[in-house]
């Protein structure tokens, strides 16, 4: 009887092994899957690092160039001098068409006065965008952290 329970075991042995096998390759593909995973979202996280820096800089700019535009036209107002040509250091806003330089100095200071509003309507844009941009990359890092949770676990696994 001990001699056949030896043998039935050992003829169990395989199976056994190849369970243990089939569960190991199992974790290790879950091991690479999380690990291509983490490496794009990495990659996302620094793609979008570089873009809130980017939007950054230019909410800077805007704000800066907002800024002066404000100080020029009201010194200009004071003085009493016809307004310096806006359009030529700004982006030209989508509503102003027409050249403000060919315009009489009480149009072009309307045309101006338009293309800082339209400034002062693009800065909640950018900072909504860096507002998601800043969500999206702490949710890239959410998912990494995630998946560097779950290599942990499935490594833990692995060597038991």
């Not at 570089?50 to 800077?60: D, F, G, I, S, Y």
């Not at 806003?93 to 509003?117: D, K, M, V, W, Y």
């Not at 998946?147 to 696994?157: A, I, S, Y």
């Amino acid at each position: 009887m001990a001699l056949e329970a030896e043998q039935v075991q050992r003829r169990n042995q395989p199976a056994h092994l190849s369970w243990d096998l089939e569960l190991l390759i199992e974790a290790c593909t879950r091991i690479i899957d999380l690990e291509e995973n983490t490496g794009t979202l990495q990659g996302t996280v620094k793609t979008l690092q570089e873009e809130n820096q980017q939007l950054r800089k230019e909410v800077a700019e805007l704000g800066t160039q907002l800024t002066q535009d404000k100080a020029n036209s009201q010194k200009e107002e004071l003085e009493g001098e016809p307004p310096s040509n806006i359009a030529n250091t700004v982006r030209p806003s989508r509503a102003t068409q027409e050249e403000p330089s060919s315009l009489g100095p009480q149009n072009q200071q309307g045309a101006e006065e338009r293309e800082l509003g339209e400034q002062e309507k693009q800065l909640p844009e950018v900072q909504e965008a860096l507002k998601q941009e800043q969500e999206a990359k702490a949710l890239a890092a959410a998912a990494a952290g995630e998946n560097n949770g779950e290599k942990e676990r499935l490594q833990q696994e692995l060597q038991r």
